[in-house]
């Protein structure tokens, strides 16, 4: 506006904002307002939106100014689902990741046998046989015999756990400590895979994954040095989370004591990522006193309980209503019984939990729908208000899926599981299953289910920017695409990784948008994920990640 005479009338005058960010393109995910140039921040907060000249009253002396340099600003990435301490966990052992082929791991823990201490255990996780590029000699199923790791580790112990975490494989000397012999029975819910002899080949499958004892046969650790590699794991686990850009971070499965020690690194200052953690194997007593929201200044909260109901699809585990098209004779593994999830299902609607369960399967996908429509009922209440959620919900058959929505049940997915998966599906599945209900997004969304993203890490890499490409593309590495009719759009997938995340946990007041009043938790990133070509979506790198209006990631800082 003018005054008379020509002259400019003053802008009011504010409180000078703490962090201003200008000269970009801010994507707000916020339908009233989509977008800006610039944005304050004062404190944890933010205060205002606007064009950078708005933006310049709230620059005062000691207020910090980034130049955005034409980047794009949004909400903070919210992992959707992943296990944070494993995360730092697999820091500290071998990294299988990214391993082509079973020759290449056993050649890796040579290695570190060749620098290990006598008897020392020798422990990794990431590998994924259906990711290499040739089939192990001997094999079972596809899985290789222990015999190999025996040849290079004849002495010290090795577990290597399976990529999705629901399988291990041990070499002889683990076995021999676990005491697991060709008499040992399947634990309920697991499996111990044997040759034609009779014998373990050294893969466990599930919940026999328990039967090892890691750290036999080695002195024992002190309490002092448990807390010190504690402490440590969980470090890892939040610089690396965020330096991919997430702020806040859905941890799906945590103890107690678990949450005891983030507290005190939250209230240390250690623990900067924001946490929203999933309560497993607690007794209904303790989780009737654990229940807590937004403590250490809305850095945790424990609100939630998690179960596992069956296994995952790369091992077989999971639990399907007829028999995998690539093994006949079996149709999965029930890890939790149904009626024990019915009575944790009571508890959880008694202590004001939200139930999370873990369901890849058609079958384990069924029988949780189950379980919390008659909960629902029973109890007379609204699965809407509940926010209760299904883990993975990879594979529906198709006259489930209109009941996530009906139901109000959140879908909790990974994207990347999609596009990761897709070599195997088919073979596990056929055609027909896999098209009708594997990885529908667009059929759950249609029915009126939130869709929340993630990446499952560590079995999956924990960077968002992979998993957010893999949703708005279903490329698979070959160049195909895995059903392409069920892609998210770029504002969707963008949704499920912020705005639909914070949803899942209650948090969306505070999380998940860039609007006054709400967390200043910011990613920058160097291109534009919503409007680059897809081909270009995977350079996009993280310039810098702002938690509670404060910088706590910039490369090379």
């Given at each position: ?34 977008e ?48 944070f ?66 040849a ?38 697991g499996?111990?895979l ?35 590699e504690?402490?440590?794991?969980i ?57 807590l ?9 424990v ?9 995952a ?12 098209s ?24 008694d ?36 926010r ?27 994207g ?12 596990r ?119 509670g ?8 800082r």
């Amino acid at each position: 506006m003018a005054a008379r005479g020509g002259s400019q009338v003053p802008a009011p005058q504010v409180e000078p904002a703490t962090l201003v960010l200008k000269n970009g393109r801010v994507v707000t995910v916020d339908d009233a307002r989509p977008e800006a140039q610039a944005i304050a921040v004062r404190g944890d907060v933010v205060v205002a939106l606007g064009s950078d000249a708005e933006m310049e009253r709230y620059v005062g002396p000691n207020t910090e100014v980034i130049d955005l340099a034409g980047q794009m600003a949004m909400p903070g990435f919210i992992e959707g689902h992943g296990h944070f301490t494993g995360i730092g966990q697999s820091k500290l052992g071998l990294e299988l990741m990214n391993t082509k082929s079973w020759e290449e791991i056993v050649a890796m823990v040579g290695e570190a046998v060749a620098k290990a201490r006598p008897g020392q255990w020798i422990v990794g996780r990431g590998w994924h046989q259906e990711k290499w590029t040739s089939t192990p000699t001997p094999d079972v199923e596809g899985f290789p015999t222990h015999l190999s790791l025996d040849a290079v580790s004849p002495d010290n112990p090795v577990v290597l756990t399976h990529a999705s975490g629901h399988a291990s494989f041990a070499n002889a000397k683990a076995m021999e400590l676990s005491n697991i012999t060709a008499q040992t029975p399947n634990p309920q819910g697991g499996e111990i895979l044997k040759d034609e002899t009779g014998d373990p080949t050294g893969l466990l499958r599930e919940r026999a994954s328990g039967l090892v004892r890691r750290g036999t046969g080695q002195p024992a650790p002190t309490a002092a040095e448990r807390t010190a590699e504690a402490e440590r794991v969980i470090e890892l686990a939040s610089q690396e989370v965020l330096s991919k850009g997430v702020t806040s971070f859905q941890d799906a499965g945590s103890s107690f004591a678990d949450v005891e020690r983030f507290k005190r690194m939250i209230d240390t200052g250690r623990l900067q990522t924001r946490l929203w953690v999933m309560i497993r194997g607690a007794s209904p007593e303790a989780l009737a006193k654990g229940r807590l929201i937004d403590y250490g200044n809305k850095r945790l909260t424990v609100r939630a309980i998690k179960i596992s109901i069956d296994g995952a699809l790369g091992s077989r585990g999971a639990w399907m209503l007829q028999p995998y098209s690539d093994k006949p004779d079996s149709s999965g593994l029930n890890t939790a019984e149904v009626d024990e999830v019915r009575a944790m299902a009571q508890v959880a609607i008694d202590n004001g939990y939200q139930l999370c369960l873990h369901a890849i399967g058609d079958r384990a996908n069924r029988e949780v729908l189950n379980i919390y429509e008659e909960v629902f009922k029973k109890n007379a209440r609204d699965g809407k208000d509940l926010r209760w959620r299904i883990e993975h919900a990879q594979h529906i058959h198709r006259d489930d899926i209109p009941r996530f929505g009906q139901l109000g049940v959140i879908a909790a997915m990974q994207g990347i599981h999609a596009t990761s998966d897709a070599p195997y599906v088919l073979a596990r599945l056929g055609a027909e299953r896999a098209e009708e209900g594997a990885y529908v997004w667009q059929k759950l969304m249609q029915s009126g289910a939130t869709v929340v993203n993630g990446t499952d890490a560590p079995v999956e890499d924990v960077n968002p920017i992979a998993s957010y490409y893999a949703t708005v593309t279903r490329k698979v590495a070959d160049g195909s695409v895995f059903f392409p009719a069920q892609k998210m759009s770029r504002m969707e997938a963008l949704k499920s990784y912020t705005l639909w995340a914070a949803f899942g946990a209650f948090e969306e007041q505070d999380k998940g948008s860039l609007v006054p009043g709400k967390l200043a938790d910011i990613v920058v990133l160097s291109k534009d994920i919503t409007a680059v070509p897809d081909e270009e979506i995977l350079q996009a790198e993280v310039v810098y990640t702002i938690v509670g209006g404060k910088v706590v990631y910039q490369p090379g800082r």
